[in-house]
């Protein structure tokens, strides 16, 4: 077990630190020459010439991408063309937001997979009903799907709010930034009930997509799972339908739909970037958002890296959990 | 289609019945059975759903004759709401002619969509296939690079390719193409390694067939049902990646029609006029949902892979 996490830290590394050297070459051949986007365009040749020597860029380039390389490792993902801060002060205030949208995402989407994938697996009058829903879950845009909550939940109802985080002013800023956790971290209930209230057509809208897909996937390895024939020796030896459901068939289950669940997290990251722009939400989609008029490119590639990081983590963690569900996978 | 063979307790059938995955005897029959009943509809059902691709191809070549009015100028009274005043999905703000928006953002979204699909089957179908059949070094490098595309949240990689390209229509589908080959590489490749075990290509090699015939005449033929369904069932995924770019403004400037980008810039109407933003993002679900029915009609008749 610890040979196979060292096996895929090791390859989640170079995975990370392919990504920045293309974020590299990415900068390189952008259009946008860093020395004028810094200074302006009535610098003087003699200032963009000094600047130039000091954002390094004067030397060859190995020297560039091994400094670029060691900044990164720093925690340095250089300087906004568009706020003048650097980047990663930025993303420290942008970051929370996002990281709690995706986890109540994540979490709604693994319950919505289950609901999917049993209420069209079992034989009943609804399954039909199921399989249209995963059908046209896979197809609605999450743009549409949040505004289409906007218009229902929020303009025709009136019961969740439409934009924002919270309604408070000054939400108690907390230990972890999550606004549900902080919330009832200092002992203001009222605060995480409204975070909630806020998180429901968000988390929702960027949900349903994965929801669908891990949901089809979890489907059809049930389906497969519970005719085979390790489940007809287990029922003939007296166990009973829980322990063989959720002992045998869901564990032998759960490999293929994790994998999935771990690619989908790719997809919920694109429709985190849609989705905060629609309910402004205070998050790196929004800063994003705003970076990409601005060709604010070292804004750009710190929220590509933030976001490949986030995704090559949630994978390496989905692999090592396979290995826990599936002895089998260990390899 | 297949044809399951007859049920004989000493018969082929009884000797698979163990292994894993075979289709039990008792089960087999009842298919068979079901099959010569409603199989014929089923497959006519399939055909339906597949030429769905044709259907929406159809619409996306006609859209300059199909839609009413002028995409740019506006033709009526502004927040016409849908089926007033002759205007059957409503106009915009400005007065333009909803529909005529939706008819020809459809042409656009439709044809990238193919169009990356079919760079991605090329170019990957090309590194699947150098890198299956060349095998040892040539394939261990080729697959590691493709791993490394596939490690990476695609949608996220091509928004930082465009904004390096600087924004603009080719440069997002360039971008999107440059991330979309590695899951075909990974198909044809498999297809390729388990096609080059057979005894027909050894057969070829036998007759003294080179490299290079042996890997287009023999391997690539095998490989393309696999590549097909692939790619039919991912022209869904594709629609709604390319619509999102167009929402984030990574699709054509103002005041060209696109979808995504439709449904960005009238969010502002939402709460009043909701058919402005509404309508192009249901165009956009309608031609998703098209795809990914025609990608299952072509599934099932290719072969349930």
Not at chain 2, 91 to 118: H, K, M, N
Request: positive net charge.
């Amino acid at each position: 077990m610890i040979a196979l996490v060292a096996k895929r830290l090791a390859a989640a590394v170079v995975i990370v630190v392919a990504l920045s050297v293309v974020m590299f070459i990415l900068r390189r051949l952008s259009p946008v020459d860093p020395a004028h986007a810094m200074l302006g365009p009535t610098a003087s040749p003699a200032a963009i010439a000094h600047e130039e020597h000091v954002l390094g860029l004067d030397r060859p380039l190995p020297a560039q991408l091994g400094s670029y390389l060691n900044g990164l490792l720093h925690g340095n993902l250089g300087m906004s063309y568009r706020t003048r801060r650097p980047v990663s002060t930025d993303l420290g205030a942008f970051v929370p937001a996002t990281a709690e949208l995706s986890l109540y995402g994540l979490a709604f989407a693994l319950i919505l997979a289950v609901i999917l994938a049993v209420g069209s697996t079992l034989r009943w009058p609804g399954a039909t009903v199921f399989r249209v829903l995963l059908m046209a879950g896979a197809s609605a845009p999450a743009f549409l799907l949040a505004i289409a909550g906007i218009l229902v939940f929020y303009a025709k109802l009136g019961w969740l709010p439409a934009t924002g985080r919270t309604s408070y002013a000054n939400p108690p800023a907390g230990p972890t930034g999550l606004l549900t956790v902080d919330g009832l971290l200092h002992g203001e209930p009222a605060v995480t009930l409204d975070a909630l209230r806020h998180l429901v057509l968000p988390a929702l809208a960027i949900a349903v997509a994965p929801a669908v897909s891990i949901g089809r996937v979890l489907r059809s390895s049930l389906l497969a799972g519970m005719r085979s024939d390790y489940v007809r020796t287990a029922r003939a030896k007296g166990l009973s339908e829980r322990t063989v459901v959720f002992r045998h068939v869901l564990r032998n289950c759960l490999s293929a739909a994790l994998s999935m669940t771990g690619l989908q997290v790719g997809l919920m990251f694109s429709g985190v970037l849609v989705i905060e722009e629609i309910f402004a939400w205070p998050g790196v989609g929004e800063y994003m958002a705003q970076s990409i008029p601005a060709a604010d490119f070292p804004a750009i590639s710190g929220v590509t890296l933030l976001l490949g990081i986030g995704y090559v983590a949630v994978n390496t963690v989905v692999d090592v959990l396979q290995a826990v569900a599936d002895p089998r996978v260990n390899a | 289609m297949a044809v399951a063979e007859p049920y004989t307790p000493q018969g082929p059938a009884a000797r698979r019945r163990w292994r894993p995955g075979a289709t039990r005897p008792g089960q087999a029959r009842s298919q068979a059975r079901s099959r010569g009943r409603a199989g014929g509809r089923a497959r006519k059902r399939d055909i339906a759903a597949a030429s769905l691709l044709a259907l929406s191809t159809l619409i996306a070549v006609l859209a300059p004759v199909l839609a009413p009015y002028s995409t740019i100028q506006p033709v009526g009274m502004p927040q016409l709401p849908p089926g007033s005043g002759g205007f059957l999905l409503g106009t915009d703000a400005i007065g333009r002619d909803v529909l005529s928006r939706v008819l020809i953002g459809w042409q656009s979204s439709w044809f990238a969509a193919l169009a990356v699909i079919a760079s991605g089957l090329i170019v990957g179908g090309l590194i699947g296939l150098a890198a299956g059949t060349a095998g040892g070094a040539t394939d261990t490098i080729l697959m590691r690079i493709t791993d490394g595309f596939l490690a990476l949240p695609a949608p996220v990689l091509a928004i930082a390719v465009v904004a390096a390209l600087g924004p603009g229509f080719v440069h997002t589908l360039i971008a999107v193409a440059i991330v979309w080959w590695p899951f075909y590489a990974r198909i044809v490749r498999g297809e390729i390694r388990s096609l080059a075990a057979r005894p027909h290509v050894e057969a070829a090699r036998l007759a003294g067939a080179g490299r290079f015939r042996i890997a287009v005449r023999h391997l690539l033929p095998g490989a393309v049902p696999a590549a097909v369904v692939t790619a039919s069932l991912d022209v869904g995924n594709l629609v709604l990646t390319l619509a999102a770019l167009s929402f984030l403004g990574l699709g054509q400037p103002q005041p060209a029609a696109e979808l995504g980008a439709d449904t960005a810039r009238n969010l502002p109407y939402l709460l009043q006029e909701w058919w402005i933003p509404v309508m192009p993002g249901l165009a956009v679900m309608v031609m998703a949902l098209a795809a990914n029915l025609a990608g299952d009609g072509i599934r099932n008749l290719l072969g349930d892979r």
